[in-house]
DNA sequence: TTCTTTACCTGACATTTGTCATAGTATTAC
DNA sequence: GTAATACTATGACAAATGTCAGGTAAAGAA
C-alpha cells in the first residue's frame, strides 16, 4: 500500500490536525503508520496505555465501556476525521474507552511524541484540539441530558436521525452505517430485545422501513415528533 | 469587600489559571469582578452569550440542560476551584447549560479577553485547560454510562458516595453539600417522587439517615455495592 | 403568631423496561 | 451443501419507573 502523506490528506481537514505547521506535518507523517483494521476487531482496549492516537481515514469505530453489570455502553461512534485516544495521550493516563471498528477501517496510528511535542509548541494546535474537545464535551452533556430525561422509544427515534444526519444514506434512502440491534441498544443504553420490540414497532407505523440489514427512514418528522415527546 | 488578588488566590491552583504568567494574572487580577451570588441565582442561562468565564471561590453550581420534556437535567456540579463557560468562551459559541447557585457563592467573572489571549500566547495555560477540559470529558463518558447502564437505585446510591467524596462531610458525618430531593433527582435521571421513594428505602435498611435536610451516610460499603448491582 | 408556600412523603395505578424462553432467519465455517 | 453460529424476532411475565392524587412537615412571609 502507498505511504500517503498527511501535507496532502484531506481529512486532516476536518480534526485539529490542519492547525499543525508544515514542518509538524512533515514529522507526523514520517512516524505515522497506516493500519487496516476488519470490521470487528479492536483498536484498543479500555486500561490500555496508548502510545499515540488514531486518526480515521475509513470506516466507523464504537467507543464504549463496560459498565459493571457486565454490559458494553457505546459513547461515541467515530469516523472520517476523527482523532481517537486523545484524551489518553493528553492527560497521560490509560484510556477509559475501547475502541472496535463496526465495519472495515483505515485508520493512521501517530505516535504521541509526534502530538505532545506540538502541543507544548504550537498554541494554535493546542487551541484547536482544545475547540474539538471542547464540542465533544458539549455532545456528551447532550447524551446525558437524554439519557437522563427520555424513554427508551425517545432516545431510538433520535439515534436513527442520528444515524443519518452524521453518516449519510445511499441513494435509495437507506442508511450508509448499519449497525446490529445490539449495537443500537448499546448506544441507546437498554436491552436488545427492547431496541427490537421498538424498531418493529418503528416498522409498523411506518417511521422506517427495512431491508435485510439494511433500514431507511420513511417518516422524518413522525421519528421528530417521537424524539421529542409530542 | 477587598478585591483580592489573583496572584495570591489559593483557589487558582485547583484550575487552570496555575498555568498563568506573573504578568497574565496581574491581568486578569485587574479585570476580574467578584461576585456575591445568593442561593437559588442563576450565574448564567442556558443559550446566553458570554463575555467571560466564572471562577467558583465559595459555595456550589449547578450546571443543567432543559430537556423537551420540560424537564432539568443536572450534568455537573461546579464547586471551588472549578472554571464555568470556558466551553462558550473557547468555541465562541451560545452557552449550553444554565448555572443557578445550590447555596450561597462568591465568584469571579473574568472577561474573555484575558482568556482568549492568553490562550493564544501562553501553550502551557492552554495545554493545562486542555487537560481539565480531557477530565472533563472522560467524567461526562462515566455519567453516560451509568445512565445507559445503571438502574434508578444504583445511580442514586452512586449520587450519595459522589457527594460525599467531592463535597466531604462535617464531623458527625452529615453531607457537607445538602441538595433538595428534587435537585438529586435531576442529578440521577428520574422523578423527583421515585428519588424520595428510593431515598425512604435506602434509610430503612440503614444505608443513610437523615436529620432535617441533613443525610449522612451510614454504610458507604452497602451503598458501593448497590452501586455496582451486587 | 398565622397564613402561605414550598418541600417532603406515600399510596395506587398505568406504563415502561428487563429478563427468560423459544423460534425463525441469516451468515459463516467446514 | 450442510452444520454451526450468530442475529433477529416475539411472547410472557416480573420488576422498575412514572404519573396522579392526596397528605404532612417545614420554612418563609405577612
Do not use: W
Amino acid at each position: 500500500m502507498e505511504h500517503s502523506r498527511c501535507e496532502n490528506c484531506i481529512i486532516r481537514q476536518f480534526n485539529a490536525l490542519r492547525a499543525m505547521s508544515k514542518e509538524e506535518l512533515k514529522q507526523v507523517s514520517d512516524s505515522k503508520i497506516t493500519k487496516q483494521v476488519k470490521k470487528g476487531e479492536a483498536l484498543f482496549e479500555e486500561g490500555d496505555k496508548l502510545n499515540g492516537v488514531y486518526c480515521v481515514r475509513h470506516g466507523v469505530s464504537k467507543l464504549s465501556k463496560l459498565s459493571p453489570n457486565g454490559k458494553d455502553q457505546i459513547v461515541k461512534l467515530a469516523s472520517k476525521g476523527e482523532v481517537m485516544g486523545q484524551r489518553s495521550v493528553i492527560a497521560e493516563e490509560h484510556t477509559n474507552l475501547t475502541a472496535v471498528a463496526v465495519n472495515d477501517m483505515e485508520v493512521c496510528f501517530i505516535p504521541k511524541e509526534s502530538i505532545t511535542t506540538t502541543l507544548q509548541k504550537n498554541p494554535n494546535f493546542t487551541l484547536e484540539v482544545l475547540r474539538h474537545m471542547s464540542h465533544d464535551l458539549k455532545e456528551a452533556d447532550d447524551v446525558i441530558v437524554n439519557m437522563g430525561q427520555k424513554t427508551v422509544k425517545q432516545r431510538l427515534a433520535e439515534a436513527f436521525l442520528y444515524l443519518r444526519n452524521n453518516f449519510g444514506e445511499d441513494q435509495e434512502g437507506f442508511l450508509l452505517l448499519n449497525l446490529s440491534r445490539e449495537d443500537i441498544a448499546s448506544v441507546v443504553g437498554t436491552a436488545t430485545e427492547s431496541a427490537i420490540r421498538i424498531i418493529s414497532e418503528f416498522k409498523k407505523k411506518g417511521l422506517i422501513e427495512t431491508s435485510g440489514k439494511r433500514s431507511k427512514i420513511k417518516d422524518e418528522k413522525g421519528l421528530q415528533n417521537l424524539a421529542n415527546g409530542l
